[in-house]
Nanobody, 126 residues
């Protein structure tokens, strides 16, 4: 059984930095992508940053130039370095792993199973 555990959240003032870590307790075959999402109170869960199996990264426009996603496959860990934090970055941050489990017979697109961590709170004070 795979467990994803996030850490590194906390309280920081505007302009500060945090580094989030997500550690997988077990191996996951056929990983399509790993990433970070965040959810503020009363809002939907949105993609923050993602890195796919080929190493390509995607970032939300709101964090481009400030956040960096990276991974250490040997340690089964993905990181999110967050710099120049703003109050609007305040949210619960969730680690996500997309595992390919098959292909859709009609479209040929991959079928993905999503693994989620429990989240870590990031609070940025004004």
């Amino acid at each position: 059984q795979v467990q994803l555990v996030e850490s590194g959240g906390g309280l920081v003032q505007t302009g500060g930095s945090l580094r989030l870590s997500c550690v997988a307790s077990g191996s996951i075959p056929s990983i399509n992508a790993v990433g970070w999402y965040r959810q503020a109170p009363g809002k939907q869960r949105d993609l923050v940053a993602q890195i796919n199996s080929g190493g390509r990264t995607n970032y939300a426009d709101s964090v481009k130039g400030r956040f960096t996603i990276s991974r250490d496959n040997a340690k089964n860990t993905v990181y999110l370095q967050m710099d120049s934090l703003k109050p609007e970055d305040t949210a619960v941050y969730y680690c996500n792993v997309d595992q390919k489990v098959g292909e859709d017979a009609r479209s040929g697109l991959p079928l993905i199973y999503e693994h989620w961590g429990q989240g870590t709170q990031v609070t940025v004070s004004s």
